[in-house]
C-alpha cells in the first residue's frame, strides 16, 4: 500500500460500520410507529435476512443512546412516538348523558338561542366561561 492511499477496512471496523448502517436504517424504519414492536416483527419486516442477535444488539445501541425506550416483555418503543403520542392535545372529551340531554333540552330544542349543534353550544360555552374570567378568547374559533 502506498503513502496516502486508503486503507481497507478490516472485518471488525466494516462489521462496526454496517451495524451503524443498519441502526440508521432501523430507527427510519421504527422512529415513526406509533406501536410497540419485537425483535421477531422487526427480523420479518427486513427486505434481507438478519439475524436475531443483529437486531438486538441495534436495539440495545439505540436505547442507550435514548431513542428507542425498553417496556418490558420484549417489546420496544421508539422515544419520538412516545413523545408525540404525549403532546398530542386530546380532543375528545367525556360528556355525562343527563348534562348532553339538559344541553339538548334548554338550548338545541331553543332555535331562538341560535344553536344548532351540541359542538356550538359547547364552543360557545367554554368560550364564555373563559371571558367571564378575564381570560383572552382570541385563539377560540366560532
Known sequence: MEEG?????TPALKQAIDLEEFKRQLLEFIEDREEPFTVKF??????????????????ADLEGEGLIIWLGG???ISTKAV?????????E???PKSLIAQIINTAIKRPELGYTSLTEFIKDAVKNFIKQRGETTSGIER
Do not use: D, T, Y
Not at 492511499?5 to 477496512?9: D, H, I, N, S, T
Not at 434481507?48 to 444488539?57: A, H, I, R
Open 5 to 9: 492511499e486508503p486503507a481497507l477496512p
Open 42 to 59: 422487526l427480523v420479518e419486516s427486513c427486505l434481507q435476512p438478519v439475524s436475531e442477535s443483529l437486531v438486538q444488539n441495534a436495539l
Open 74 to 76: 420484549g417489546e420496544w
Open 83 to 91: 413523545l408525540k403520542r404525549a403532546l398530542k392535545p386530546s380532543m
Open 93 to 95: 372529551v367525556i360528556i
